[in-house]
């Protein structure tokens, strides 16, 4: 149902939304929730969760913004995840159906999914992992990365993962950032039909790398590698040993003991390790997955993201487990071979609900209507977006050819240190098109002004939340001071994203972007300081600066400005050497669209790269107040 009103128009949920969703009264249980934040988390965690020992105190604020949650409680997520299900008929229901881009299909039931994920921790355990270790995890698509994470988490170790789209730079400096002395490869992933080369990428990194004991392989795409004797080991041959038992005990966990670190990019300087703990997070996560996409026994839930970021962590490994849901998970790219493919896997596996990135949406929109129409999506009945705004064309576009008109689209704002969900509609939420709606029962979000008040309706502001929330992070990994400065020091008291938005009459939040140096390509986040220092490690560039440029399907794409060593000349084939350069170094999604050689670049009087006035040039909008620039 639709309408249209000052707002623009309101989508309405259908009376079968209505009657499915496990949340009806949104407004009743956010205020209970406000009203009593601890009390109403206290709950949930009792009545969904296994604890192996109860909590003292719900949230210990008393060293904020260190807030801890579930103070003095033990659990292990694996325990949730896997272990308690083997008590119930859910032992036997599928958890996993894998999707290889060749067409292997493999599923894995909770019991299939437990048996490996204990000999893996028991392989790790046997190469001396133990509790706060940290193991870093490079690969794919592909079910042994889930298995990996598991391991580590049953064990207490504290994994690492990097996104298998990262090269050489990017993974030798989260490796050498974590202290990891395990990593987890692939020899390769399949993606469009050629082959990622994983492990010379990792044998490359490596080299500067010298805390890694071992290297784990696991054989995907059946390459020729490298295998470094008395440090490489194959999985499959490690798990045909007799170490390789089931027979492991989940490690009790303290409810703050660290989880996992993930390494996301900030304002200024090197990747930030964003750590999550075992119970606040378990709880945060679950509890967001059940409201928002209405989780039931007879769905197919279809996060689309990678494994490697947030998205996957929390919505492909840990929430969708704890629930006991049945996932679908793919390993390629959504037009290999035809541009019909996830429409196809919809078919197929009968997907119930999508979950997936704006960027994904528009690249398939390109295609047309033909190739979803061929496909039976009728299984379809919510679906989801994350990573960016997305545009109303986008939007109406997956509400009307994919989603049929009766599967409502939970536009979901949040981050790698939230953990969970934070801005989201819940299937029974009305919905404007471009709008994430409104805080997640118990976040209080607002957009404020250089004062910290409230901005009046439809004018942009910064966003700040102003409660905690069990799947917050606890810290950036090794810096805490980061941690405080970063999130905590420009409001006291309220978590600042970094992101501005608009509120308009009717309480919705509109997300504008983000306000500090992060690009948002295709959804991925980047740092505009790493991609930097992987443009000035090129012999040629001595001086660089990136910008994010407004892009129609990628949401942003990268321009980089850069001043080139004395004597050497620009060319077009040097652009194309320094953009090779940058995949090289960083990962394909890091590659700019346009490298600019030039001579200077503006700096204000203490040095620091107005970028504001760059982006104006590029986009031919006026530089604005120039008072603070150098010359
Ligand atoms: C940034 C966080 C957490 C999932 C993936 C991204 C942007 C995220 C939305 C949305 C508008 C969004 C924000 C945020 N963002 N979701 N639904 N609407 N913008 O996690 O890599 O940590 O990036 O992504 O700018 O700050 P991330």
């Not at 790398?209 to 008395?230: A, F, K, L, W, Y």
């Not at 471009?434 to 910290?452: C, L, N």
Request: hydrophobic fraction near 40%; aromatic fraction near 10%.
């Amino acid at each position: 149902m639709q309408s249209n009103g000052s707002q623009g128009e309101v989508y309405y949920p259908s009376e079968t939304i209505v009657a499915n969703a496990n949340i009806h009264d949104y407004d009743a249980l956010h205020q209970e929730a406000v009203a009593d934040l601890a009390g109403f988390w206290d709950r949930i965690a009792r009545e969904e969760f296994e604890w192996f020992e109860e909590w003292e105190t719900t949230l210990d604020d008393s060293e904020a913004p260190f807030y801890k949650w579930f103070v003095g409680a033990k659990t292990n997520i694996v325990h949730n995840a896997l272990d308690r299900h083997m008590n119930t008929w859910r032992q036997n229901k599928v958890a996993l159906i894998w999707e290889g881009e060749d067409g292997e299909v493999r599923t894995y039931t909770y019991r299939q999914l437990q048996r490996e994920v204990n000999r893996f921790a028991s392989v790790l355990r046997a190469l001396g992992v133990v509790k706060g270790d940290r193991v870093t995890i490079y690969m794919g698509r592909i079910p042994e990365i889930i298995v990996a994470m598991l391991a580590c988490a049953k064990l207490g170790a504290v994994h690492s993962v990097v996104y298998g789209g990262f090269s050489t730079e990017a993974l030798r400096e989260r490796i050498d950032d974590s202290h990891s002395k395990i990593l987890v490869t692939a020899d390769g992933a399949w993606l469009r039909g050629q082959t990622v080369n994983l492990k010379d990428i990792a044998d490359e990194a490596l080299m500067r790398c010298p805390g890694i004991q071992n290297v784990i392989v696991v054989r995907r795409t059946g390459q020729d590698v490298h295998m470094e004797s008395g440090r490489d080991l194959w999985y499959h041959e490690m798990m045909n040993l007799p170490i390789a038992t089931t027979d492991i005990q989940t490690e009790v966990m303290d409810a703050e003991d660290p989880l996992f670190i993930l390494y996301t990019s900030g304002t200024t300087g090197k990747p930030k390790a964003i750590l999550h703990t075992h119970g606040g997070y378990m709880v945060g996560t679950a509890t967001t997955l059940k409201w928002v996409f209405d989780l039931k026994d007879t769905d197919v839930w279809w996060c689309a993201a990678a494994p490697g970021w947030i998205t996957g962590h929390s919505y492909i490994v840990y929430a969708p487990l704890i629930n006991g849901a049945t996932s679908m998970m793919y390993e390629g790219a959504p037009t290999h071979p035809f541009p019909d493919r996830w429409w196809q896997i919809v078919e197929e596996h009968g997907v119930t609900v999508l979950y997936t990135a704006p960027t994904a949406i528009r690249g398939l929109m390109r295609f047309g209507e033909t190739w979803p129409n061929r496909r039976d999506l009728s299984s379809l009945r919510l679906l989801g977006s994350v990573g960016e705004p997305i545009n109303p064309e986008a939007w109406k576009w997956y509400y009307r050819v994919i989603g049929k008109e009766k599967a409502p689209i939970m536009d979901t704002w949040w981050q790698t240190e939230t953990g969970n969900f934070m801005i989201t509609p819940l299937p029974v939420t009305p919905l404007k098109p471009g709008s994430a709606t409104k805080g997640f029962p118990g976040v209080v979000v607002d957009v404020v002004d250089e004062e910290g008040e409230p901005v009046p309706p439809n004018e942009e502001g910064y966003l700040v939340i102003k409660t905690p929330w069990p799947a917050m992070l606890r810290t950036i990994y090794g810096d805490p001071d980061r941690y405080v400065e970063a999130y905590w020091s420009r409001f006291p008291g309220w978590y600042m994203p970094g992101d501005s938005a608009k509120k308009d009459e009717d309480g919705y939040i509109w997300i504008i972007g983000r306000i500090d140096d992060v690009i948002k390509v295709s959804g991925y986040r980047l740092g505009t300081a790493e991609i930097e220092s992987a443009l000035v490690s090129h012999p040629d560039v001595t001086e660089a600066a990136v910008v994010g440029v407004p892009d129609e399907l990628k949401g942003n794409v990268i321009h980089a400005f850069c001043i080139l060593q004395q004597g050497k000349d620009p060319s077009r084939e040097l652009e194309m050497e320094v953009k090779e350069h940058v995949g090289h170094e960083m990962g394909p999604i890091a590659k700019p669209a346009v490298v600019e050689f030039v001579d200077s670049l503006p700096k204000t009087r203490s040095g620091k790269i107005m970028r504001r006035v760059l982006r104006a040039q590029v986009m031919g909008e006026p530089v604005g107040d120039l008072s603070t620039l150098a010359d």
